[in-house]
């Protein structure tokens, strides 16, 4: 029901809200014709999933459904009416931030009749597109992408003008999707960048989630959680950070939180960090028992050129070492570090050490 709703038209909005349970509560609904009709009071009409009607809830949630839809009303503003193709410069024009852009994509038209139709790429340079205002399931972005570099375009060369960039109208790819469209590829590619982008405000609002929740509770007040928040929020999540020396951007940082591996750039910038410390400050961080944990993971970074890993398995009490690159050199650099884990500690004084190939 949400997603039909929200298929229905670019201007619906609706947002799921949870009990402290992990319940579904309140799920919000405001349509577009309903703004129309009363733009200086925009309503939001909510199902209580709990049946236990609560009114300031409600009220709340109300305003909370309002503010995050206006987030994105400059750019929707800027942006309607406009091809995909023209949507993704303009957005690479003017850089929003992540809750701005985040909010605008999450109103941003998907469509879904092309699932489970076949698609058909041909070479067409006479092709005219239509304007194309919405965005397909990013299943069928990816099907048509992936059949299309499996075929027209498997030994594709790009030729380069005078200028050393690629030369438009050389090729122009076309999909046709069965009773539905025709898309050039330009445009699919439009949609699976414009569905990257969404997924990485998502990873933005979860690190901002977990500093909120995990490292704020650590510092005392005031703590820099709150400056750092809105760092991440209210910039491109492609801005360039500067003074690590080499490229950084925020969307590097969004790895930061739970459940989630980092990505060599921020495990590089948290380097950087450490090593602006040299050893004129001692950092102490809160202890945690490794017993407390059936798996320690510890990366291997090998001359700033490729990871391996030690990995110590509580269950059946060993530490595993993995070079991907099976270096006879960095082997026995991992078993030094793992006979010094087992010698560090009298718990782990039964440990054996274990190679591994994957």
């Known amino acids: ?13 609706s947002s799921v809200h949870e009990n402290a349970h992990g319940e579904t509560g309140v799920i919000s609904f405001s349509s577009g014709h309903m703004r129309a009709m009363l733009d200086r009071f925009p309503e939001v009409i909510q199902m209580d999933c709990t049946h236990q009607t609560n009114q300031y809830n409600y009220q709340l949630l109300t305003m909370e459904a309002v503010k995050e839809y206006n987030n994105g009303t400059n750019l929707r503003t800027l942006l309607r009416e406009k091809d995909v193709c023209e949507v993704v410069a303009t957005l690479h024009d003017v850089k929003p931030g992540v809750r701005e852009v ?7 038209q998907v469509k879904s009749q092309g699932q ?16 194309v205002r919405f965005r397909l399931l990013e299943s069928v972005v990816d099907s048509a992408l992936e059949q299309l570099r499996g075929g027209l375009a498997k030994n594709e060369q790009i030729e380069l003008d005078s200028d050393d960039k690629a030369a438009a109208g050389a090729y122009r790819y076309v999909a046709a999707i069965a009773k539905f469209g025709q898309f050039t590829r330009d445009q699919v590619e439009a949609m699976k960048w414009l569905w990257n982008l969404q997924a990485t405000c998502r990873d933005a609002v979860i690190c901002c989630s977990w500093l909120h929740r995990e490292v704020r509770a650590a510092h005392a007040p005031p703590s820099p959680c709150a400056g750092a928040f809105t ?12 003074g690590f020396g080499f490229d950084l951007t925020y969307s590097d940082l969004y790895c930061f939180r739970d459940s989630a591996w980092l990505n060599d750039d921020a495990i590089k ?14 950092i102490t961080a809160q202890g945690h028992g490794a017993s407390t944990h059936a798996f320690v993971l510890l990366p291997v970074n090998f001359g700033g050129t490729h990871w391996g890993c030690l990995v110590v398995d509580q269950h059946i009490k060993q ?3 993995y070079d991907s690159k099976n270096g006879k050199r960095n082997k026995q650099r991992l078993k030094k ?13 039964s440990y054996t050490t274990v190679e591994v190939a994957e």
Do not use: C
Request: glycine share 2%.
């Open 231 to 242: 760092e991440l929020l209210e910039n491109w999540p492609y801005n360039e950070l500067r």
């Open 1 to 13: 029901m949400v997603v039909n709703f929200n298929l229905e038209s670019p201007l619906n909005v």
């Open 337 to 349: 570090i793992a006979s010094e884990i087992i010698a560090a500690d009298s718990t782990t004084a």
């Open 102 to 108: 985040g909010s605008f994509l999450a109103t941003l």
């Open 319 to 321: 530490v595993k070492t």
């Open 269 to 282: 910038a948290f380097a950087v960090v450490l090593a602006n410390y040299k050893n004129n400050v001692a």
């Open 116 to 131: 489970g139709k076949t698609i058909e790429w041909r070479v067409d340079a006479e092709f005219v597109p239509d304007t």
